[in-house]
């Protein structure tokens, strides 16, 4: 891997706000966290989507007092979920039938039993058609609690083109039907993306997640081309709780 290493940081910030989806009638968004969105595919074509943890996964308690735990659940999701059939091109005019992944603290109870969920953790977000794929890295007890965001401050959507086989993301569902629209952020294969930061917020604090700095180190790697086809490793770390310098 000619020892090189590229290492991430998501600093700290705080935040505060209450989880919830507001101006659900102004922005039209109302279901899940992370929306999927596909285009380019061939007639009777069809796709399914992973996310996939690389990382230990924290989840929140639903009931008082609310506190995080370090869980085994939450590490292999699809989309659609893995009994129901593959999904198709996505229809602009049809925005309202969109859906993805649900966050596992989420107050849309009826989209949590529908729809696979994710916690807090680093996902590996994949497909079953083409080569792209990158990381998104959700360790944030702020999660939910953000402010001044484009958009729905929890929500995020994720668009897969085949012809391109890239992946891209909008922090706005205003412009999610606009497929083409400039304001689409291309995501290169392998890349390592902060939610955090996709949401204009500074950075993420992890003072609440339990044994976090024990746990907070993961490798991912990432292809990188050129004369030879390598990978180099990404160190990825996140915030030491309690800590100030």
Known sequence: MNGIFKIFFCLISLNTLVFSQENLNVLGWEYVEIYMITVGLDNQETIRYKMQAVSSVWEKNIIPPYNYLITND?????????????????????????????????????????????????????????QAYF????????????????????DIWLKYDKNKDEFSYLNNGLEATSFNSNSWKVINTGNYLCFSSTKNQASPSTNEFPDFWENSLVSIPSEVSGSNLFYVPHLVWGPKPNYSA
């Open 135 to 154: 990381y998104i890295d959700y360790r944030d007890n702020n999660y939910g609690n953000y402010y001044n965001c484009d958009g729905h401050c929890q």
């Open 74 to 130: 939450y590490k292999f999701l699809y989309y659609p979920p893995i009994l129901a059939p593959e999904t198709t091109n996505s229809n602009p005019n049809e925005w309202y039938n969109w859906m993805g992944f649900n966050h596992q603290y989420s107050n849309n109870v009826s989209d949590s039993l529908q729809m696979d969920s994710f916690a807090y953790g680093i996902y590996r977000i994949t497909q079953n058609i083409g």
